[in-house]
């Protein structure tokens, strides 16, 4: 697939895995993933895992990523992971605004922003998400929903910042539910991401920002949301979690 930017499918495992099951997993992604070229594949396991996936995967070309990080450095934040913790075990990545932090954690647009900044500040790529509820998509405010999440938790950053972040389009009513957006209403929602960047940073950092698709993403609609022009991977929960599931979806897309 010919596309201006390389795509990037990353599985988010949740609470799940044990450390000798997320050992196991990852060993298997990196034997069967080991001649794919074409994609940036990123597991993202409990922070009680980072450290064991961390050494499985070296020199392979599978990367790491966290489920989420604190917006402070290190100090007196009991509970809280700071992102130089991550980079101690080379994570590359962190997902922040997950869905099911805004719903349960109560996360807003301006703390993402806040870690989104901290990422960057960290050399992490943040994989910032977004998305409407079934409720906000009937109303037929899915775009005034997005675009607010959007400037929320991008705020503060540079360009140069913007451009390097991963954005995850996951429409709330799809996520685990087995409800997938169709590809045009994927396609729909990531141009109108695309044209909100453009109109906050400039057409040529627009251009250059990946944009995940999240929700209910399967081997059989990989392919079929890859193809569109504005779709550039994916955000994978429950189907990252077998190595059948998460293997045919990378290979699905190439
Ligand atoms: C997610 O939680 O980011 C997600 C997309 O989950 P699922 O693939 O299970 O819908």
Redesign the pocket.
């Known amino acids: 697939m010919d596309k201006e930017r390389k795509l990037i499918i990353a599985g ?1 495992w ?1 609470t799940n895995k044990t450390v000798a099951e997320a050992l196991d997993l990852v060993t298997a992604l990196r034997r069967e993933l080991a001649d794919v070229k074409a994609v940036d594949v990123v597991v993202c396991p409990p922070f009680t895992a980072l450290e064991s996936v961390s050494k499985a995967i070296l020199d392979s070309n599978i990367r790491l990523g966290a489920q989420n990080m604190s917006e402070n450095g290190y100090g007196a934040f009991t509970g809280e992971i700071a992102a130089g913790m991550l980079k101690e075990f080379s994570v590359g990545y962190v ?1 922040l605004g ?3 932090r805004r719903q349960y954690q109560k996360e807003t647009d301006a703390l993402v922003a806040k870690k989104a900044a901290a990422a960057h500040a960290a050399n992490l790529i943040p994989i910032v ?1 977004v998305g409407e509820t079934l409720m906000e998509r009937e109303a037929a405010i899915t775009e005034e929903v997005v675009e607010t999440q959007l400037r929320g938790s991008l705020a503060g950053l540079t360009s140069d910042q913007v451009e390097k972040t991963v954005l ?1 389009y ?1 429409p709330v009513w ?4 087995g409800k997938t957006a169709s590809s045009a209403q994927a396609q729909e929602v990531h141009a109108f991401i695309r044209k909100v960047l453009s109109s906050m940073h400039g057409d040529t950092t627009a251009r250059r920002v990946r944009i995940q698709y ?4 399967k081997a059989n609609n990989a392919r079929e949301l890859m193809g569109q022009p504005d779709v550039d991977g994916a ?6 979690l077998e190595l059948r599931g998460f293997t045919d979806i990378v290979k699905n897309s190439i």
């Not at 799809?174 to 539910?177: E, L, R, S």
């Not at 955000?235 to 990252?240: F, Q, R, T, Y």
Request: with cysteine; net charge negative; proline share 0%.
């Open positions: 988010n949740k997902i997950h869905s099911e998400c995850a996951e799809a996520i685990g539910t999240g929700g209910s993403v955000l994978v929960g429950g189907a990252s």
